[in-house]
């Protein structure tokens, strides 16, 4: 359909030059040129940068948002010529350049206007980016809906993250629960045939020392009737000898301690989560005691040195403490003591006495497990006798405050030493006895072994 040029200029002017579209809520600017409300209004929020305002679509003039009017003359033009019945897909194919009459086909990117074949060859759109309006309007379109869109994609993704992660961690805990549950069953059936087992060789004792009193019993009544004869008599027989033949069997010693040291798989990695990195206090250390310059060892010096005699520092025995101090939560370390033969290590009360003779038990505020010469003791009153299949070369201290518990566990073979259970008030801080070098024997430092990866990401900064 063909537009007679009068009709045509009309049209132009009811025409919104960002949307191509009929005016909606029109309002005119700075300049004088008209908008729908919506169109530059969106304009103006994505082009904004300085409080000077942003340069019209149209004529590069800058205006201000704020100062734009309701034109109500023209909101009545659109509606009077959309009553003719004239659809806006024929309006936008009339859409002609105000300079050259010449319909608007290019959007020039670098100044961000519609301009029609004549103006691209222009100087002032020569060297511009030009490309066709359709496609601007799409990409236009389109990038309004991706900057709308694009927050709620990574909310989604970010949901679907997270429903994937905990997913995985339950079916993570769920395996590790039936390897748990599988594992128990195994032990309680181990432990239940080891008890049927010694119970068994108890009732043979039992019935053996049975048999011994019954046949004592006997032989008891014949001498003490013998006894009442006349010594012709008694001499006649010899039952006498008989007693010789009664031979008293030691019933056989029935082990109190287990076959087996029953380890919990796991059970130390799970311990590692809670590791806190540990240094030792040199003001609280002996005087013999030699310290590494990063604080992670110590051993025994046979020289004495001159150091203060500071309340803090134990001036008998050759210990001394952890800097850090626990007043709460988890907190695990461990030791390596290689091949020493003479050690204690535990945890105390950090308000407790560190000069004179001190026991290293819990009336003193000392939770510690000792090792010297291959006898492990925790030392409780009276000590209390650690059995251990491996003789462990790295101790491991678990520390759980609100449980009131001390665990120890022999790293090297995984297994659990003795557990404190106490009510624990004040600061605890780790505790470290060197044991003397005895000869040559005990001369191997202790060594604080460094927190595992897994845990580093648990420490303060």
């Not at 005990?442 to 990401?457: E, G, K, M, S």
Request: hydrophobic residues 35%; contains cysteine.
């Amino acid at each position: 359909m063909a537009f007679a040029h009068p009709l045509k200029k009309l049209l132009e002017e009811v025409v919104c030059p960002i949307c191509l579209d009929f005016f909606n809520d029109p309002v005119s600017i700075d300049c004088g040129h008209n908008f729908c409300r919506f169109c530059i209004t969106e304009y103006y929020d994505k082009w904004e940068i300085e409080e000077e305002g942003v340069f019209c679509p149209q004529c590069r003039k800058k205006f201000r948002k704020e100062k734009c009017k309701t034109n109500w003359q023209l909101a009545s033009m659109v509606e009077n010529i959309q009553q003719l019945g004239i659809r806006p897909e024929n309006l936008k194919k009339q859409i002609v350049c105000r300079q050259h009459k010449d319909t608007l086909k290019l959007f020039c990117e670098d100044d961000d206007e519609v301009i029609c074949v004549v103006c691209d060859k222009t100087q002032q759109h020569r060297s511009h980016t030009l490309v066709p309006i359709e496609e601007a309007a799409q990409d236009y379109k389109v990038g309004n809906i991706q900057e709308k869109i694009n927050p709620c994609r990574r909310s989604l993704i970010s949901k679907e993250r997270v429903k994937c992660q905990r997913q995985q961690i339950f079916l993570e805990f769920e395996k590790l629960q039936l390897l748990m549950n599988e594992k128990k069953k195994h032990f309680l059936q181990r432990l239940e045939e080891e008890e049927k087992e010694t119970l068994q060789r108890l009732n043979k004792n039992i019935v053996k020392l049975s048999q011994q009193s019954s046949s004592l019993k006997k032989l008891f009544t014949e001498i003490e009737e013998k006894c009442q004869q006349p010594a012709a008599e008694l001499l006649k027989d010899c039952v006498l000898l008989r007693s010789e033949q009664v031979r008293l069997q030691e019933p056989e010693l029935i082990a109190a301690e287990l076959k087996d040291v029953y380890r919990v798989p796991g059970m130390m990695e799970m311990l590692r989560e809670f590791t806190v990195d540990v240094t030792l206090d040199p003001d609280t250390a002996h005087p013999n005691l030699v310290l590494s310059e990063d604080r992670k060892r110590v051993r025994f010096g046979d020289i004495r040195q001159d150091l203060p005699d500071n309340p803090e520092r134990y001036n008998t025995y050759p210990e001394l403490l952890g800097t850090e101090g626990f007043r709460g939560g988890r907190h695990y370390w461990e030791v390596e003591v290689g091949e020493k033969i003479h050690w204690i290590l535990g945890v105390c009360r950090e308000s407790g006495s560190r000069k004179g003779q001190i026991a290293a038990s819990p009336e003193n505020g000392y939770w510690t497990v000792s090792l010297r010469n291959d006898v492990c003791e925790a030392l409780t009153s009276p000590s209390t006798s650690i059995p251990i299949r491996t003789r462990p070369s790295q101790v491991g201290i678990f520390l759980d405050c609100e449980a009131g518990e001390v665990s120890f566990y022999n790293v090297t073979d995984k297994s659990h030493l003795f557990t404190f259970t106490d009510t624990f008030s004040g600061i605890l801080r780790p505790y470290f006895f060197t044991g003397y070098n005895a000869g040559g024997k005990n001369t191997a430092p202790l060594i604080i072994c460094p927190v595992p990866a897994q845990a580093r990401r648990n420490l303060c900064p």
